[in-house]
Antibody, heavy 118, light 112 residues
Framework: QVQLQESGPGLVKPSETLSLTCTLS????????WSWIRQPPGKGLEWIGY???????DYNASLKSRVTISVDTSKNQFSLKLSSVTAADTAVYYC????????????WGQGTLVTVSS | DIVMTQSPDSLSESLGEKATINCKSS????????????LGWYQQKPGQPPKLLIY???TRESGVPDRFSGSGSGTDFTLTISSLQAEDVAVYYC?????????FGQGTKVEV
């Protein structure tokens, strides 16, 4: 079945850049919107931003100055970079899919915990 | 940004009883062009990602048991679990996809 899997370092130092990749299996990255969502330990969900397979992006204004989302259609992957991280960026990071800019998240990765600490 | 506010923060009901979760948006998520409410409900069990239960406020996702139902329109929405089962213990979130930034409610913890 179609699956998403996040990968990347579980520990990042303060002021450095968090980098994660989401790989889609058994499906095509084309014609969908791909998002990053995070969840601090014990807290709620925050949408970070999305990318369309063509490269169009939209970011949450609260993080926009520090976020870059990119896509590699040849590898069925999309990536997140979050710069200048602090302890407040410690969270489980999920990748997820929407069919359009007006639809719910119907497919999620399992999530990966990223801790910001020296 | 559209703020989503859920109530209660937590609830506990007996097996077989009805559970009701409310979600209120700070502005309408009803799009007049198609008369659809851009509102989804998710279930999150410990250590797992959220799972889509309901979209368009009242359409059940494929495979979701029919004891889960969604209702409401405009700014006020409800998720109802008609007969609570042990496997329904989870945190439930509403989410609006009417406009970005897409936003979630703070979550409602359901216990049995």
């Amino acid at each position: 079945q179609v699956q998403l899997q996040e990968s990347g370092p579980g520990l990042v130092k303060p002021s450095e850049t968090l980098s994660l990749t989401c790989t889609l299996s058994n499906g095509s990255i084309s014609h969908y919107y791909w998002s990053w969502i995070r969840q601090p330990p014990g807290k709620g969900l925050e949408w970070i931003g999305y990318i369309y397979y063509s490269g169009t992006t939209d970011y949450n204004a609260s993080l926009k100055s520090r976020v870059t989302i990119s896509v590699d259609t040849s590898k069925n992957q999309f990536s997140l970079k979050l710069s200048s991280v602090t302890a407040a960026d410690t969270a489980v990071y999920y990748c997820a899919r929407t069919y359009s800019t007006s639809s719910s998240f119907d497919l999620w990765g399992q999530g990966t915990l990223v801790t910001v600490s020296s | 940004d559209i703020v989503m506010t859920q109530s209660p923060d937590s609830l506990s009901e007996s097996l077989g009883e009805k559970a009701t979760i409310n979600c209120k948006s700070s502005q309408s998520v009803l799009y007049s062009g198609n008369n659809k409410n851009y509102l989804g409900w998710y279930q999150q069990k410990p250590g797992q990602p959220p799972k889509l239960l309901i979209y368009w406020a009242s359409t059940r996702e494929s495979g979701v048991p029919d004891r889960f139902s969604g209702s409401g329109s405009g700014t006020d929405f409800t998720l109802t679990i008609s007969s609570l089962q042990a496997e329904d213990v989870a945190v439930y979130y509403c989410q609006q996809y009417y406009s970005t930034p897409w936003t979630f409610g703070q979550g409602t913890k359901v216990e049995v």
